[in-house]
Each structure stands twice: as structure tokens, then as C-alpha cells.
């Protein structure tokens, strides 16, 4: 079955027939019906479709500005956080001791990645462990990670 626009009618009105004129030549009930139509459409991709997108654009506008705004603080502290000493384990634990007890510590299976980077950084503050290589890749949930990580002592 062939559809085409020449085949699309409401009663004697087909969309390829939308001039005024044949609108004028439509019974008033007919021209009624076909703006409460219009009506409805506009309004259907205005509530449906344009709003959501908006809403949708403005929090993730807001996200990055969030993030733009972690990113500086975080590039004004680095130089501070850099000339700190590492400081050495306290109790002479292995780094494999340290990392599984902290990791258990911070619920850390799948993690939001922000709960990673802190995670790590307190691992660097509290016991002078840093990152030799990570690779992060994102899970099928939102803002979730799983991380493979070599850590260095001292």
C-alpha cells in the first residue's frame, strides 16, 4: 500500500489542499475542528517536546558550570597539595592492606566518579600513595565508573 500526501484527507480536505480557498469552502464545524487540531499540535510539541528539551539544556548548562567552577579550584590548590609531603603509612601497613581496607572503607565497587577522585586523594594525603596509570570507563549508569588502578607507595 502506497501512502502519499495526496491519499492524507480529512473528509474532502487533503494536505496537499490547504489553500485558503479551500478552507473558506469548509463547513465552519470543519474549520473548527482543523484549528482545534492546530491548537493541540502547537501545543503537543510545545509541552512535549520544546519544554523538556529546554529544562533538559538548563541543568545540564548548570552541571557544567559546576564542574567548570570544581575544575578551578582544583587547578588553585594543586600547586598547594603538590608541595605537601607524602605522608608515609603510620602503622608500616602494606599498600595492599591500606588500599583494600580504605576501598571497603569508602564503598567502593561501581563508584560515582567524584567519590573516586576523593577517594584517591585521600589515599595520596593519608598514606603517600599515588596513581601510577588509571583506566576509568563509564558503567550503564549515570555518573558511575569502574576503574583499574596502579598504585605506588611512597
Known amino acids: 500500500?502506497?501512502?502519499?500526501?495526496?491519499?492524507?484527507?480529512?473528509?474532502?480536505?487533503?494536505?496537499?489542499?490547504?489553500?485558503?480557498?479551500?478552507?473558506?469552502?469548509?463547513?465552519?464545524?470543519?474549520?473548527?475542528?482543523?484549528?482545534?487540531?492546530?491548537?493541540?499540535?502547537?501545543?503537543?510539541?510545545i509541552f512535549g517536546m520544546l519544554i523538556p528539551l529546554d529544562r533538559s539544556v538548563a541543568h545540564t548548562q548548570q552541571r557544567l558550570a559546576k564542574k567548570r567552577a570544581d575544575l578551578s579550584w582544583m587547578q588553585r590548590v594543586a600547586p598547594q597539595i603538590a608541595m605537601l609531603p607524602p605522608a608515609a603509612a603510620a602503622n608500616g601497613e602494606s599498600l595492599l592492606v591500606i588500599v583494600d581496607r580504605s576501598a571497603r572503607e569508602a564503598g567502593l565497587a561501581s563508584a560515582p566518579f567524584d567519590t573516586l577522585v576523593g577517594w584517591l586523594a585521600r589515599l595520596a594525603q593519608q598514606n603517600g600513595v599515588t596513581v601510577d596509570s588509571a583506566v576509568i570507563e563509564k558503567t550503564g549508569s549515570p555518573g558511575l565508573v569502574n576503574a583499574n588502578i596502579v598504585l605506588h607507595s611512597g
Open 1 to 45: 500500500m502506497k501512502l502519499s500526501l495526496d491519499s492524507l484527507s480529512l473528509g474532502s480536505l487533503s494536505l496537499r489542499s490547504l489553500s485558503p480557498e479551500a478552507l473558506a469552502a469548509l463547513s465552519p464545524r470543519e474549520r473548527r475542528m482543523l484549528l482545534i487540531g492546530a491548537v493541540a499540535l502547537v501545543a503537543i510539541l
